[in-house]
């Protein structure tokens, strides 16, 4: 949350204005106005996916819509079920050096995180020094629905990996009675 300086100082003094519209000391000011800011710092976005910067070709933000009335128990168990589905040695020759899921807390505060490894073998080493790319997947239960984060690391473009690979999910979660879109950059 990006808060700026002269809102800050116009909420601290609208907050130094007693009931009776008469102005509090500079001490109570400066209380209020510090207060104001040591509360802003705290807030955050809860459950908020990053957007994939403009005109990205190697990110892709989505939704998936589980049935009416799915709990957030049943949502994290089919995330799981299509996550842990994902064949271990890549699809449509995309992630081909597996995955690892590196945070589930789908449970707790709704998020997850899988890194996928792509472009192994001589693609890697002519384009990333013999390292595979990694992507990143993150996946966030908010209420009723899930936001999703499919992105690479590094590059421009990721040659149509994360859209592969969101599309098997989606598959997977279609087959359970969600409602997914297709992924698009």
Request: proline fraction near 4%; charge should be neutral.
């Amino acid at each position: 949350m990006r808060v700026t300086a002269p809102f800050i100082l116009l909420a601290a003094c609208f907050a130094s204005v007693n009931a009776y519209g008469v102005g509090s000391s500079r001490r109570e000011l400066l209380k209020q106005a510090s207060f104001g800011v040591a509360s802003l710092t705290f807030v955050s976005n809860a459950n908020a996916i990053d957007a994939c910067p403009k005109g990205s070709k190697n990110c892709i933000v989505t939704t998936w819509n589980p049935p009416a009335g799915t709990s957030k128990k049943d949502m994290a168990l089919a995330i799981r079920a299509a996550i842990n589905g994902y064949p271990k040695e890549g699809q449509e020759k995309v992630d081909l050096g597996g995955y690892e899921i590196v945070q589930d807390d789908l449970d707790g505060s709704g998020k997850a995180s899988v890194e996928f490894k792509s472009g192994i073998g001589n693609f890697a080493k002519f384009l990333n020094g013999g390292k595979p790319f990694v992507d990143d997947l993150n996946v966030e239960i908010n209420g009723d629905h899930v936001d999703v984060r499919s992105a690479s690391r590094v590059g421009d473009s990721d040659f149509d990996v994360n859209r592969k690979r969101l599309v098997f999910l989606a598959n997977t979660l279609r087959s359970a009675g969600w409602s997914v879109a297709d992924p698009t950059y």
